[in-house]
């Protein structure tokens, strides 16, 4: 079992309730060192309650964490300096300013990061004199990740780092999660945002009501979700050209099924090459002439609402 070694992190069988309610009823994975590990479910799928357990914030009811062979049990402190939670706006010093808060929170830990590096990585240094509370929400932002970094942590935990943020900012938290890979650094993310995972994920755990429904990478969720490919076509000829290109495509025993409005055809094919060629073949003999084709692609919220029946919502 090469691959075991390589595991930053184990989670098996963890369970919490609080009072009536199971927040999480039985959730386990294993994330490899250095890669992107995204959470993602609908509210309520127990993805906070999952990180807080790991984070050491939750004591599970049942269950095991295990950073390494490390538990929260025996080596408590050897942890709370190999991860980086990236702390709640209201830990932050509001007053201070963003430089002043990465040196406070440097005083926590025996071998912090120089704040001059953070503030480069978090692209705050022209900031670096603002007072927190003059912050926009995305440099806020930008600081929380920051401070969680400052301990020089392996393993860092983002819980939703982009929520309630514009596209820009959200694509400069992007960044830095990238910059985190490269300098080999450990993410574990959750987000509700589906284009955020597929971008940033080297792997995807799908959570619904308490439990894990898949997990693998986003390219195979997706690939495994189904082979077929929906094409597109209109035709400048009209509804007649498109009824009998139709009519010929449903002799294909590539096309699946197909589906006409006017002059737009749509069918759904597991070899689309094959389909066109035959088609375009078909409308040159014809004469038909096609104004527009589109191969669309699947993307992981198909995988989404396929495993947990939810309609997806930012």
Known sequence: MGEDEMSILD?????KTFGSVTAVEDIGF????GEVFTIIGPNGAGKTTTLEMIEGLQTPDRGQIAFGGRTWAKDAEAIKIMIGVQPQSSAMFDLLTVEENLELFATFYPKPRQSAEILEMINLTDHRSKR????????????AIGLAMISDPEIIFLDEPTTGLDPQARRNIWEIILKLKSLGKTTIL??????EAEKLSDRVCIVDQGRVVTLDSPAMLIDRLT????VRLSFTDGAEAAAEAERMAQS???????????ADLKLWTEHPEDTLLDLFGFTKQRGFRVEQVAIRELSLEDVFIAYTGKEWRD
């Open 11 to 15: 989670v098996s069988g963890l369970r």
């Open 30 to 33: 294993t994330v490899e060192a």
């Open 132 to 143: 927190v509370k003059s912050l926009s929400g995305g440099q806020r932002q930008r600081l």
């Open 190 to 195: 959750t987000t509700h945002y589906m284009e």
């Open 227 to 230: 082979k077929e490919r929906e």
């Open 252 to 262: 294909l025993s590539s096309v699946v099924r197909t589906d006409r409005d006017g």
